[in-house]
């Protein structure tokens, strides 16, 4: 069993810049891939960003791309999600996600392939 608490949301204005961060429980948080997704009201989830076990390995949204990093301390279990250049499109609820991979740069981006996940952390980009 995997926890995964999220922090760091809050209001930002556009063009602003926010950091995420997911604490995980357990011991053998590099055999495991995670991901950020985010939703807005009324839309479905969305993949944002993953990365690999050993964080050899990334992957972005088309949306984000060049705006925002994934990023993971294995040491602290701990994978952060920064984002620049926030627009008002950015709004949303974030939210961390975890799933056992067997390689380590295994990257995985479709929602269903998570299984464990947090319970989110809002972002609000407005002037």
């Known amino acids: 069993q995997v926890q995964l608490v999220e922090s760091g949301g809050g209001l930002v204005q556009p063009g602003g810049s926010l950091r995420l961060s997911c604490a995980a429980s357990g011991r053998t948080f590099s055999t495991y891939a995670m991901g950020w997704f985010r939703q807005a009201p009324g839309e479905e989830r969305e993949f944002v960003a993953t990365i690999s076990g050993s964080g050899a390995k990334t992957s972005y949204a088309d949306s984000v791309k060049g705006r925002f990093t994934i990023s993971r301390e294995n040491a602290k279990n701990t994978v952060y999600l920064q984002m620049n250049s926030l627009k008002p499109e950015d709004t949303a609820a974030y939210y961390c996600?975890?799933?056992?991979?067997?390689?380590?740069?295994?990257?995985?981006?479709?929602?269903?392939?998570?299984?464990?996940w947090g319970q989110g952390t809002q972002v609000t980009v407005s002037s």
């Open positions: 996600a975890a799933v056992f991979t067997p390689s380590p740069l295994w990257v995985v981006s479709k929602t269903s392939g998570y299984r464990y």
